[in-house]
């Protein structure tokens, strides 16, 4: 087995049968951990809660607070590398697991993928095209702000913002008093409301020797900021997927990135790609890849940190589609399972959660098909089916 060596990197592969530690206990976490023990690792995990989706898989499950440095050393201690499926562990705790651990991504990524202005910064600051946006850290910052950007406009949450939350539109009637209250008076980023054609991502995997496989762009549409469905391929033009896969790479080098990076596009009417943000992590968009392709973007993940060559992204069939199963189904009882499993092209997904609230992610259903279309029908039929009690 191979044995964490502190800092110093190392280049030699950490091998099926070594352990590997998970900051963050959800489904993107589960799903790894399914893709770990399938190449024969253990899986340890650490979330603050307990019985985590990711937990049921896992060979050991720590509760323990991310701000818990102690917890997190030992946790450390007892794996070979760590990763993360959730982006807003604190620096320090990922600063804890690096004096024992091999963590990868590392820590530099993390830093700038959680905090909004770094995030945009860091992409501006290579020629990347993102949406036109401004630091805010007080109210007149964003008074002055939005006198240069202009309405209709959005104020994030620079830190811990994600499916939508910790953001304010700021239409042509609200005031900048009263956006900055309804934030919560954080600092904050203000961009420019895009006029959105459509939404894409690209997830990109980085091996320990630089090699670079992306899989997408992925088609995603949201409902309420929470993503509803994606469809792979994307329908874009060709050099809007080339432009795309190239920014990726171009981030993934850009942050010497070792596991998988998600960036999420936005493609304007006017036919511009701007990105919207990263997350160094798998994501939602690509959950599809698990039933899609040689190989998933969790094999992907495992392949990367362990410093094995990274496997095809080709897909099975010509197109894929996933439909996020989201805690609102339960509304009316435990949904028809039966129904969906009914469909014989149409693959189930749950998490293991036991409580369904409205918003929270509980699963996704999965089809394979010869055009995205279609692809698309056959996930909306079988979530339409668990309705129908
Ligand atoms: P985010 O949490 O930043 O990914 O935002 C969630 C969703 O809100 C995005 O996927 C878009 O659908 C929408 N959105 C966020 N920022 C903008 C923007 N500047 N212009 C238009 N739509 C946006």
């Known amino acids: 087995m191979t044995r964490a060596a502190g800092r110093r990197p190392i280049l030699h592969p950490i091998l099926p049968g070594s352990t590997i530690g998970v900051l963050g206990g959800g489904q993107l976490g589960r799903m790894f951990a399914m893709a770990a023990r399938r190449l024969g690792y253990r899986v340890h995990t650490l979330a603050p809660e307990h019985d985590t989706p990711t ?14 440095l102690d917890q997190i050393r030992a946790f450390a201690r007892g794996v070979d590398v760590v990763t993360f499926e959730f982006e807003n562990v604190p620096a320090a705790a990922a600063a804890a697991a690096e ?79 009263d956006a900055w209250t309804a934030l919560g008076r954080r600092e904050a980023v203000l961009e420019a409301f895009v006029d959105l054609e459509l939404e894409v991502s690209v997830i ?11 899989f997408g762009p992925v088609e995603n ?51 511009r790609l701007l990105v919207n943000e ?21 094999e992907q993940q495992v392949r990367a940190i362990c410093g094995l060559p990274l496997g095809s992204a080709e897909m099975l069939q010509p197109a894929a589609a996933m439909a996020n199963v989201l805690g609102d189904l339960w509304a009316n009882g435990e949904p028809d ?17 036991s409580e369904a609230r409205p918003g929270r992610k509980m699963g996704h259903l999965t089809a394979l098909a010869a055009t995205g279309h279609q692809a698309r029908a056959m996930v909306i039929r079988a979530r339409d089916a668990l309705r129908l009690v």
Not at 55 to 68: K, L, P
Not at 278 to 298: E, I, K
Not at 346 to 351: A, E, I, P, R, S
């Open 337 to 353: 399972w039966a129904a969906a499993l009914a469909l014989p092209e149409v693959k189930l997904h749950l998490y293991g959660k």
């Open 55 to 68: 937990g049921q898989i896992a060979d050991v499950e720590v509760q323990a607070s991310y701000d818990d």
């Open 99 to 177: 004096e024992h651990a091999i963590v990868r991504p590392g820590g530099r990524a993390l830093e700038i993928a959680q905090h909004r202005i770094r995030e945009k910064s860091f992409l501006a600051d290579r020629g990347i095209p993102v949406t036109p946006f401004a630091p805010v850290k007080t109210e007149a910052d964003l008074d002055e702000a939005l006198s240069r950007l202009g309405r209709p406009a959005v104020l994030k949450t620079a830190a811990l913002g994600y499916d939508g939350k910790g953001q304010v539109p700021i239409g042509p009637g609200v005031g900048a008093g």
């Open 204 to 214: 990109g995997a980085r091996g320990v020797d630089g090699q670079a496989i992306c």
């Open 221 to 271: 549409t949201h409902v309420r900021h929470i993503l509803d469905i994606s469809v792979a391929p994307a329908d874009v033009a060709p050099s809007i997927a080339a432009a795309a896969i190239e920014i990726t790479r171009a981030v993934m080098e850009g942050l010497d990135y070792v596991g998988i990076l998600c960036v999420e596009f936005f493609v304007t009417r006017d036919g």
């Open 278 to 298: 990263l997350a160094p992590r798998p994501h939602n968009s690509g959950h599809l890849t698990f039933d899609a392709c040689r190989t998933s973007q969790f």
